[in-house]
């Protein structure tokens, strides 16, 4: 059903409100949604900070005020493993009833929701098939700031010169992540799925607060299914064959500042005028891909050479390959990084001006002059690389730029 609705701000739209999607009778079961259960274990996260501050009155016309602080956090995932099951059935359907509450929701001949088809079903039975694994994947993330900041104040009372704020700004920021994969033994094998005998079903009363005649079926496997799955097709290799470069972030900004303002005192207005100087230094450690075929991949156990053509080139880490057991080693897939040191300086002269004036009977007017400027997100420096996606105009990478400046 499509509806017209009337937005907050007075717009019309036109919305799909209530639909049954789904395949055309007599077809075996079709794919009509996932199901995921991981558990995630050793996962910890900590932080902390120490703010030290002064201040110093020299003499009645001159005061001087100092902050030092410093902070830390540590976010770590020991090990994160999971399974996707998808489901198989005719189709869905569902009705937008009210925004208080869940929508309907419903899935058309799809099987049961509570236990998942054993390896031996029949391709085109209806239920919860499995389709898909994690790897054990290890996280590791460091974040910290060390900032010291200096301010003083001096009266002047000269004229339309009250008194003058001046002061500098130093800020250390690091931050650097990690991810590593485990080998695996095997290749996944839909059949090596889990008893579903071992399924345990969402309790019964699951999302009754949602309100909406939702379908609150499903199930997840315990924490001890999981461990002994995943921890029989672990593959013992060594920590640096585990890393994975292109998801690794390592970089540091430091951002320095000095000022000077001059405030302003007249007989119905006052004000200030204003100059920063501020200082940007970003140096980042981006994963660089080397192209295919220059360099091969080293087997764990044997010794390193280096790679002839890119002599930085990491070879020894998995990248995420797979390294499976009784499967001959071939050091030629998946790409190879290498880490590329970016070191970015900017400088910015940021002015300002600020007037008030009061022109009696309640009625104050304001003006202000200023020039801003706004650093990007510390991700974007040396964000991971996305998978290839491609359209008829091409295909595209969405990866670091360690090289953007300031906004």
Same mark, same amino acid.
């Given at each position: 059903?499509?509806?017209?609705?009337?937005?907050?701000?007075?717009?019309?739209?036109?919305?799909?409100?209530?639909?049954?999607?789904?395949?055309?009778?007599?077809?075996?079961?079709?794919?009509?949604?996932?199901?995921?259960?991981?558990?995630?274990?050793?996962?910890?996260?900590?932080?902390?900070?120490?703010?030290?501050?002064?201040?110093?009155?020299?003499?009645?016309?001159?005061?001087?005020?100092?902050?030092?602080?410093?902070?830390?956090?540590?976010?770590?995932?020991?090990?994160?493993?999971?399974?996707?099951?998808?489901?198989?059935?005719?189709?869905?359907?569902?009705?937008?009833?009210?925004?208080?509450?869940?929508?309907?929701?419903?899935?058309?001949?799809?099987?049961?929701?509570?236990?998942?088809?054993?390896?031996?079903?029949?391709?085109?039975?209806?239920?919860?098939?499995?389709?898909?694994?994690?790897?054990?994947?290890?996280?590791?993330?460091?974040?910290?700031?060390?900032?010291?900041?200096?301010?003083?104040?001096?009266?002047?009372?000269?004229?339309?010169?009250?008194?003058?704020?001046?002061?500098?700004?130093?800020?250390?920021?690091?931050?650097?992540?990690?991810?590593?994969?485990?080998?695996?033994?095997?290749?996944?094998?839909?059949?090596?799925?889990?008893?579903?005998?071992?399924?345990?079903?969402?309790?019964?009363?699951?999302?009754?607060?949602?309100?909406?005649?939702?379908?609150?079926?499903?199930?997840?496997?315990?924490?001890?299914?999981?461990?002994?799955?995943?921890?029989?097709?672990?593959?013992?290799?060594?920590?640096?064959?585990?890393?994975?470069?292109?998801?690794?972030?390592?970089?540091?900004?430091?951002?320095?500042?000095?000022?000077?303002?001059?405030?302003?005192?007249?007989?119905?207005?006052?004000?200030?005028?204003?100059?920063?100087?501020? *200082?940007?230094?970003? @140096?980042? !450690? =981006?994963?660089?891909? +080397?192209?295919?075929?220059?360099? #091969? %991949?080293?087997?764990? &156990?044997?010794?390193?050479?280096?790679?002839?053509?890119?002599?930085?080139?990491?070879?020894?880490?998995?990248?995420?390959?797979?390294?499976?057991?009784?499967?001959?080693?071939?050091?030629?897939?998946?790409?190879?990084? *290498?880490?590329?040191? @970016?070191? !970015? =300086?900017?400088?910015? +002269?940021?002015?300002?001006?600020? #007037? %008030?004036?009061?022109? &009696?009977?309640?009625?104050?007017?304001?003006?202000?002059?200023?020039?801003?400027?706004?650093?990007?997100?510390?991700?974007?420096?040396?964000?991971?690389?996305?998978?290839?996606?491609?359209?008829?105009?091409?295909?595209?990478?969405?990866?670091?730029?360690?090289?953007?400046?300031?906004?």
């Amino acid at each position: 059903m499509i509806a017209e609705e009337t937005t907050i701000y007075g717009h019309k739209l036109r919305v799909l409100k209530s639909a049954e999607i789904s395949y055309a009778n007599g077809l075996p079961a079709q794919y009509v949604g996932d199901s995921e259960g991981f558990y995630r274990s050793g996962a910890y996260a900590s932080s902390g900070f120490l703010d030290l501050d002064g201040k110093w009155i020299v003499n009645d016309k001159l005061t001087l005020k100092g902050l030092f602080s410093t902070t830390k956090g540590i976010g770590h995932t020991d090990m994160d493993r999971g399974l996707t099951y998808s489901r198989y059935g005719q189709g869905v359907k569902y009705d937008i009833t009210d925004l208080e509450r869940a929508p309907d929701f419903s899935w058309i001949n799809a099987g049961s929701g509570t236990t998942p088809l054993a390896s031996s079903a029949a391709p085109g039975t209806p239920g919860y098939r499995l389709t898909g694994r994690s790897g054990l994947n290890r996280y590791h993330t460091i974040d910290s700031e060390k900032s010291l900041a200096i301010d003083g104040e001096y009266t002047q009372d000269s004229g339309i010169f009250s008194s003058m704020n001046f002061g500098f700004r130093n800020a250390d920021h690091r931050r650097q992540y990690g991810l590593s994969t485990v080998a695996l033994k095997s290749a996944f094998v839909a059949a090596n799925a889990p008893d579903p005998a071992l399924a345990v079903p969402y309790p019964g009363d699951f999302g009754q607060y949602l309100g909406g005649n939702i379908d609150n079926s499903g199930f997840y496997f315990s924490r001890d299914t999981l461990t002994n799955l995943f921890g029989d097709l672990a593959k013992q290799t060594n920590s640096q064959w585990e890393r994975r470069i292109a998801n690794s972030i390592d970089l540091r900004e430091i951002q320095s500042a000095a000022y000077l303002m001059q405030n302003l005192e007249g007989e119905k207005w006052s004000g200030n005028v204003g100059l920063r100087l501020v *200082r940007t230094i970003v @140096t980042s !450690r =981006t994963p660089v891909p +080397i192209p295919a075929g220059a360099c #091969l %991949r080293i087997e764990p &156990g044997k010794p390193f050479v280096p790679c002839a053509a890119y002599p930085d080139a990491i070879i020894d880490v998995s990248e995420g390959q797979p390294y499976y057991d009784n499967v001959a080693f071939n050091g030629a897939t998946g790409t190879i990084y *290498r880490k590329e040191t @970016t070191r !970015r =300086t900017f400088d910015d +002269i940021l002015p300002s001006l600020n #007037l %008030r004036y009061d022109f &009696g009977q309640g009625i104050v007017g304001r003006f202000g002059l200023s020039k801003t400027i706004g650093r990007q997100n510390y991700n974007l420096y040396g964000a991971t690389y996305s998978a290839q996606a491609c359209t008829s105009q091409g295909c595209t990478v969405t990866g670091p730029n360690p090289n953007l400046k300031p906004l």
